[in-house]
């Protein structure tokens, strides 16, 4: 037979299942991250101070225009002779945050910038102090219409993570690599990661869908709400 299924049963399925939290927590931690930074830098750019503005936008362009194999490489294999040492793991999750960042910070000055400049003024009227304006009025009404699109960029960084065992963490990919190069077997394991890879990317795209069919929701009750009011 083409395909083994003992084999499949005995040899790859376990190993695989016990690397799938590798590669899902890469993912999450690497996404919280980017998500943090992302916002710092996208508030860095808006800022009045020029040289803050101008790093923050010399940041997001370096990382944007650098491939994320070589990131990953500089941060395990270089900084390591700067006396900055971090585990595979560590590193990867650095890597993603980082070079993700760069591109969730363009899509948070979408956000912000989609704001009405009433909303601006409106804080302005009230005597709003810089915090209370930015975590009460412009950021929650500029992250949830991108929702959708941080979350296509969450599907997209998952996707991305087989770029860690370049860097030594066995996450699906390289596992399954090592698999066929230890049985010189490939169809099995290199199918199943495919398999793998193309469930859980498309329950995550449900999932993103839901979030922004419920968003649309919230939106239209509160526009009801208003004209009735009105």
Not at 26 to 44: E, K, N, R, S, Y
Not at 129 to 145: D, E, F, V
Request: charged letters at 15%.
């Amino acid at each position: 037979m083409v395909w083994k299924w003992d084999y499949t049963w005995q040899e790859v399925l376990p190993k695989l299942f016990g690397v799938l939290h590798v590669t899902i927590g890469a993912t999450v931690a690497g996404f919280l991250l980017a998500l943090v930074l992302g916002l710092v830098l996208a508030l860095g750019r808006r800022s009045k101070n020029r040289i803050l503005s101008g790093l923050a936008g010399g940041v997001v362009e370096f990382v944007r225009l650098t491939p994320l194999l070589v990131q990953l490489y500089f941060i395990y294999f270089v900084m390591p002779e700067i006396g900055l040492t971090l585990s595979a793991f560590a590193a990867g999750v650095l890597g993603l945050g980082i070079h993700y960042a760069a591109y969730i910070s363009e899509v948070y000055r979408a956000g912000i910038d989609s704001v009405s400049k009433g909303q601006w003024e409106a804080t302005t009227a009230l005597n709003f102090s810089k915090r209370q304006m930015w975590q009460s009025i412009i950021l929650p009404q500029a992250i949830r219409p991108v929702v959708p699109v941080l979350g296509n960029y969450l599907i997209v960084m998952f996707k991305e993570t087989p770029y860690l065992s370049a860097i030594g963490l066995m996450e699906m990919v390289g596992t399954a690599k090592e698999i066929g190069a230890e049985t010189f077997r490939y169809m099995e394991p290199m199918t199943l990661v495919g398999i793998f890879f193309l469930i859980l990317s498309y329950a995550a795209s449900l999932l993103v869908k839901r979030v922004e069919r419920k968003i649309d929701l919230n939106r239209l009750g509160e526009r009801t709400k208003s004209a009735a009011e009105g």
